[in-house]
């Protein structure tokens, strides 16, 4: 029986002008949300800030829901992981400029549909769904 470790990690549906924030991994042929461990001494919201900006090069963010908490289960490299992740609708301000994000991403803009469609996961595909009923419920509130 493999081993067990658990994390905690947290991440992002960045969401700007009715499109979605992915993350293409060529080495893995895989398309991703952008999240990441929570360090120690670290909120899930500082963490899902942090690993956005790192892995997409998007920066600063600003989180508008919170889209709650998920655990997923895999074996991977002779190990059995129980992740507990947390996601967040974040939101670019109107003069946000990329920099370099990580060499192992690319940042691509999608829209809803597209990013049901390419991403790699069923569990990453969720979090998108939650975004865009919180984002829609939100846009009907404003009309």
């Not at 991440?11 to 991703?32: A, N, Q």
């Not at 990441?36 to 909120?43: A, L, M, N, R």
């Not at 895999?74 to 059995?80: I, L, V």
């Not at 829209?111 to 829609?136: G, Q, Y």
């Amino acid at each position: 029986m493999p081993r067990t470790f658990r994390y905690t990690a947290a991440g992002g549906v960045v969401v700007h002008d009715g499109r979605v924030l992915v993350l293409r991994r060529p080495s893995r042929d895989e398309i991703r949300l952008p999240k990441g461990h929570v360090e120690p001494g670290e909120s899930p919201e500082q963490a899902a800030l942090r690993e956005v900006g790192e892995e997409s090069g998007y920066a600063p963010l600003t989180i508008r829901a919170d889209l709650g908490v998920q655990t997923v289960e895999f074996d991977y490299a002779g190990r059995h992981i129980v992740r507990l992740e947390r996601y967040y609708l974040m939101e670019l301000p109107p003069s946000a400029v990329p920099s370099d994000g990580e060499a192992q991403f690319e940042p691509v803009w999608m829209d809803w549909d597209e990013a049901l469609a390419a991403l790699t996961f069923e569990a990453e595909r969720e979090w998108v769904r939650r975004a865009r009923l919180h984002s829609v419920s939100r846009d009907e509130r404003q009309r």
